[in-house]
């Protein structure tokens, strides 16, 4: 059985993916879960603590976790093997329902301070890592030598967003496309960057 913190989580994400996250209050979280008002202040300090929360376990990707220092490390032997991993990540969390609601809901709230902080700060860190890792490609001479790895990183990133919105805000695309597109966007943007 979930604890009650868990409670509180599930049913916010719920309300925030249905009612946005300034559309939501904390009276409304703790109807949801079936507590009094007051008592969730027991287990969060407020809206924000369940949204950063929410952000540690499902938000995208962060690159700085210790579980990607390795891979990048390891990512000299086939850098097309390793932009394929990531790739692969990115598909992956598109399956997993929590991650797409938040997700959604931090894609449609993206002028929100609370949000904006968050989201901006991880695809800061996020692209400064890609952008480290092309620049040891191109000083290795793995990638063609006029290429600004702070560019390079933040247009390869740049379309896999843009099919993550195409799958997640307009439903354009099934998981299949979103998957064949994400795949095609890789191997195009390797074969332009490498070195031949």
């Known amino acids: 059985m979930a604890s009650t913190r868990e409670k509180i989580l599930n049913e916010s994400l719920d309300l925030f993916a249905e009612n946005g996250y300034h559309g939501t209050s904390m009276r409304e979280i703790a109807k949801a879960v079936g507590i009094k008002g007051s008592s969730i202040y027991n ?6 603590e369940i949204f950063s929360e929410l952000f540690n376990y499902l938000a995208p990707l962060d690159l700085k976790s210790e579980k990607f220092r390795t891979k990048f490390q390891a990512a000299e032997a086939d850098p097309l093997e390793t932009l394929n991993y990531f790739g692969s990540i990115v598909i992956e969390e598109m399956k997993n329902p929590k991650k ?7 894609l449609r709230e993206n002028n929100n ?12 860190n996020n692209i400064e890592r890609i952008t480290a ?18 560019f390079t990183a933040n247009e390869f990133v740049g379309d896999l ?8 805000l307009f439903e354009l695309d099934s998981f299949e496309e979103l998957k064949a597109a994400t795949k095609k966007h890789i191997s195009f943007f390797w074969e332009n960057v490498r070195v031949n």
Do not use: A, T
Not at 43 to 48: C, N, V
Not at 135 to 141: A, D, F, H, V, Y
């Open 161 to 168: 967003i843009y099919y993550r919105m195409r799958y997640l």
């Open 100 to 106: 797409v609601k938040l997700l959604k809901m931090m």
């Open 43 to 48: 287990h969060f300090s407020g809206k924000e």
């Open 113 to 124: 301070p609370v949000v904006k902080k968050r989201l901006q700060l991880r695809m800061e």
């Open 133 to 150: 890792f092309f620049l040891r490609l191109k000083q290795e001479g793995k990638i063609k030598s006029n290429l600004d790895p702070e």
